[in-house]
């Protein structure tokens, strides 16, 4: 499986973004797919996840409310709508493939990741 994340920049606070990751090669068997962010010096961390058979979502209680993840089926593609933008929220962002059920919030138990794609939020 590849995947392509796209759609990061510069923003100032309190603006959106739309990320993008669209999965090639052997998009079968996929339990999940989530964004996770990592800030400088910090790990990892995870943003929001989907569930690949029911389409349902979850969130960290950091972007609750202000994030909306979806997907597009057709395109083997998962979204990421970023709204009211902190300072916070800079970071890379990447996306990744869980092909096995379980927790979708640990990094250590997805099987693919994109490139990343950064986020920079500032006036």
């Known amino acids: 499986v590849q995947l392509q994340a796209s759609g990061g920049g510069l923003v100032q606070p309190g603006g959106s973004l739309r990320l993008s990751c669209a999965a090639s090669g052997s998009t079968f068997s996929v339990y999940a797919m989530g964004w996770f962010r990592q800030a400088p010096g910090k790990e990892r961390e995870f943003v929001s996840g989907i569930w690949w058979g029911n389409g349902g979502t979850y969130y960290a209680d950091s972007v609750k409310g202000r994030f909306t993840m979806s997907r597009d089926n057709s395109k083997n593609t998962v979204y990421l709508q970023m709204n009211g933008l902190k300072p916070e929220d800079t970071g890379v962002y990447y996306c990744?493939?869980?092909?096995?059920?379980?927790?979708?919030?640990?990094?250590?138990?997805?099987?693919?990741w994109g490139q990343g794609t950064l986020v920079t939020v500032s006036s």
């Open positions: 990744g493939v869980k092909r096995s059920s379980g927790t979708i919030v640990a990094a250590e138990f997805y099987d693919y």
